[in-house]
């Protein structure tokens, strides 16, 4: 197989121009474009979801739209529960989790977790690069100019 068609090498280069990006992004301290990204995710996985982690989403667009802080708690509580009881949650849930949490901003560490979470959630690289496009400020630019 040549570079050109190689899956993780297609992954990787998407890895490292997140990581540029998020590099200049100034997004380190801000929960809101982390947890954003993680519903972006959770959006496209649509009907992947079951009903409990669509609520659980639903109540963190709340949270984060400053509609709604109950919710939110609610749910936050259930997924740190299951993950104290199951010693780790399904990629999904690992991105629902992530929508719900407020105490990590949008480091390029964090978007690396969440790219191969969605990855592993079942999402394919060009849903996965098209969530970036819409929600990381300069993906989208920084996407056009890469070398291929």
Do not use: K
């Not at 809101?32 to 996985?45: E, G, T, V, W």
């Not at 949270?63 to 009881?85: E, I, K, P, S, T």
């Amino acid at each position: 197989m040549d570079d050109a068609n190689d899956p993780h090498l297609a992954i990787r280069r998407t890895l490292d121009l997140l990581d540029e990006v998020l590099d200049v992004a100034g997004l380190e301290n801000d929960a809101r474009a982390q947890a954003a990204l993680a519903l972006a995710f959770c959006d496209r996985l649509g009907g992947r979801l079951d009903a409990d982690q669509r609520a659980a989403v639903d109540a963190a667009r709340c949270y984060w739209n400053r509609q709604d802080g109950a919710g939110r708690q609610r749910w936050h509580a259930v997924y740190a529960f299951r993950l104290d009881q199951q010693h780790g949650l399904s990629p999904v849930d690992r991105l629902v989790w992530c929508s719900l949490v407020d105490n990590t901003g949008l480091t390029g560490y964090m978007g690396e977790c969440l790219v191969l979470e969605a990855l592993d959630a079942g999402l394919g690289l060009d849903d996965v690069e098209a969530v970036l496009c819409g929600s990381v400020p300069g993906f989208a630019a920084a996407r056009v100019h890469r070398p291929r």
